[in-house]
């Protein structure tokens, strides 16, 4: 049976595991990512201490891309001392009825985690097919022939990625914007140029990889299906087309600007109780 790994913040039940019975330690969460991470990639480790009531101790979240990998790690830990004297208990979670949570994006680093584990650091590769600034094409800062102190610095950036074991090309626009606190210190306005281009690319890459869907298999081979909404209007556009993005009017450059994929926790809940905790919310 095969799995769809996207490039998106994990947002499904069954890849969570919740882990109790945890002994305080130095690095706990060191410790809890060395361990689950032989079974497949982790997006995030969080360890908290148990609520008074329960007296001492900690439990932990701990996120897989895959519901496979969690099920299988849920399996061999569960019970297990792992790196402590006493057994843990492990379980995947389920989420309360009702509760929707909004799917995120992965940043440009997990992004490039996520690629590197299951395709191989040769298997794919990425370059900028433009970078452009698009300071004051909106105006701002204009009105009534004011400016502010405070200048907002944007880019416009495109960036495609290559797969090429796959046959496939994606392509990814995104908006940076960082702002010039004093607009008159050439200084301040080169460090926030850095930031705006930096932000801009590292989105786009995060919206190229989105129209990327890893199948993993049951063998644990790989494959690649392109997967980009009808609504996407850059994936009409020739690389020279996506040079000239400014001047595209239909472009709505507002759709690209990708919201940071801060961690984001559902409710959660466990066939078995948590000892002395309630579920943990964000």
């Known amino acids: 049976m095969a799995e769809v790994v996207e490039f998106r913040v994990p947002a499904g039940s069954a890849q969570t595991l919740l882990v109790w019975g945890l002994e305080p330690e130095p690095g706990l969460e060191h410790s809890l990512f060395s361990t689950f991470s032989k079974f ?13 009531v329960a007296g001492p101790g900690h439990y932990a979240v701990i996120k897989f891309y895959s519901a496979g990998d969690a099920s299988r790690a849920q399996r061999v830990c569960n019970g297990q001392r792992l790196f402590q004297n006493s057994p843990v208990k492990v379980c995947v979670c389920t989420k309360q009825k009702g509760f929707h949570q909004q799917v995120l994006a992965l940043n440009s680093t997990k992004c490039q985690e ?7 650091f040769n298997g794919w590769s990425s370059r900028i097919i433009t ?3 698009v300071s004051g094409f909106d105006g701002e800062n ?11 610095v944007k880019y416009l950036c495109a960036v495609e990625v290559t797969l090429p074991s796959h046959g496939i090309r994606a392509q990814g626009v995104a908006l940076g914007e960082a702002d ?3 607009s008159e210190d050439p200084l301040e306005v080169v460090r926030a140029t850095r930031r705006a281009r930096k932000i801009a690319a590292g989105k786009a890459l995060s ?3 989105q129209k990327i869907l890893l199948i993993v298999l049951e063998n644990g081979k790989v494959a690649v ?3 980009s909404s009808p609504e996407e209007p850059t994936d009409s556009l020739t690389e020279e087309e996506l040079k000239g993005l400014v001047q595209v009017n239909e472009l709505s450059l507002e759709q690209f600007d990708l919201e940071e994929d801060d961690e984001v926790w559902s409710d959660l809940s466990c066939d078995d109780e948590l000892p ?3 579920t943990p919310t964000n």
Do not use: M
């Open 207 to 209: 919206s190229a990889f």
């Open 142 to 152: 204009k009105e009534l022939g004011k400016t502010s102190e405070k200048r907002p």
């Open 131 to 133: 970078l452009q600034n």
């Open 40 to 52: 497949g990639p982790l997006y995030s480790v969080r360890a908290h201490r148990n609520a008074a």
């Open 180 to 182: 010039a606190e004093d």
């Open 114 to 120: 996520l690629a590197n584990h299951y395709l191989g």
């Open 225 to 227: 299906e392109y997967n």
């Open 276 to 278: 002395g905790q309630e």
